[in-house]
């Protein structure tokens, strides 16, 4: 009966040394809402039904970029903003993206295909300039976000035909700087050699377990795939370049798959 009595003496100290964990979350403020992402679109932007009712294409704030990891379903606070047309037309609206010159013919293509294949696909109008800079004009602004889309990853390397994949919704390009990793030019080279591999074996690896399209073109790194699986080739990235070995890598991306 002694025993017993200490037991029961000890289980009810542990019962009553448990405190429930209270955590606080923010609250919308003036003109935010809540709101659940519905589809990630890349580049830290994503389509979100918000609590007004409306439908609206957000982005992360870039100091936030690295440390959030925005999912479907995730609820967020959205603070929105009017986007502005063109001045010389209230209904069109304008981007302005600059790509390196050698990647110039790349967009244009054979007689102009690949420009016509966007401008088509995308119901806009390209103007490229022999510096690099490519105006896109568009009546519709998630048009105008994928041709915007379309148009980086040309300029960062890939294959126009890869690229055009971005015009479907459940695509999205992910681009990573390797210059926010390391200010040393020998480091760069050391970073771009890791997330290669031997003869590229890394990256080949990489697109099969996750299947998408990378590309390393200068100091990025660019991603084209289905939403969830072109964020997770960055974050695997991520990974690499901030010092984790490949084993332990893939390793991670079993375990997401899972």
């Excluded at 294409?57 to 929105?80: D, F, Q, T």
């Excluded at 960062?156 to 700087?177: K, M, Q, S, T």
């Amino acid at each position: 009966m002694v025993e017993a009595k200490k037991k029961h003496k000890k289980r009810s100290r542990h019962a009553y040394d448990k405190t429930e964990e209270v955590t606080r979350g923010r609250l919308p403020k003036d003109e935010q809402v809540f709101g659940v992402v519905d589809v990630r679109l890349g580049m830290g932007k994503s389509r979100i039904r918000c609590a007004d009712g409306k439908e609206r294409i957000c982005r992360v704030p870039g100091a936030l970029k690295r440390r959030l990891w925005v999912r479907p379903g995730n609820i967020v606070i959205v603070k929105p903003w009017e986007y502005e047309g063109d001045r010389k037309d209230s209904n069109m609206h304008s981007e302005v993206v600059n790509i390196p010159r050698d990647r110039i013919a790349a967009l244009i293509g054979s007689k102009g295909r690949n420009k016509k294949q966007v401008e088509t696909r995308g119901k806009c109008k390209l103007n490229i300039s022999s510096s690099g800079t490519v105006t896109i004009k568009a009546t519709d602004a998630e048009n105008l976000l994928s041709v915007k889309q379309v148009v980086e990853a040309i300029g960062r390397g890939f294959n126009p035909d890869a690229a055009v994949l971005l015009f479907r919704d459940e695509y999205a390009l992910e681009i990573l700087d390797m210059n926010a990793y390391t200010r040393s030019k020998a480091r760069l080279a050391t970073l771009r050699s890791r997330v290669i591999g031997r003869k590229g074996a890394a990256r080949r690896k990489l697109e099969q377990i996750t299947g998408t399209a990378i590309c390393i073109y200068g100091k990025t790194i660019g991603i084209i795939g289905k939403s969830e699986d072109a964020y997770l080739a960055q974050r695997a990235m991520e990974m690499i370049l901030e010092g984790s070995n490949h084993v332990s890598v893939f390793r991670w991306i079993g375990d997401q798959l899972q």
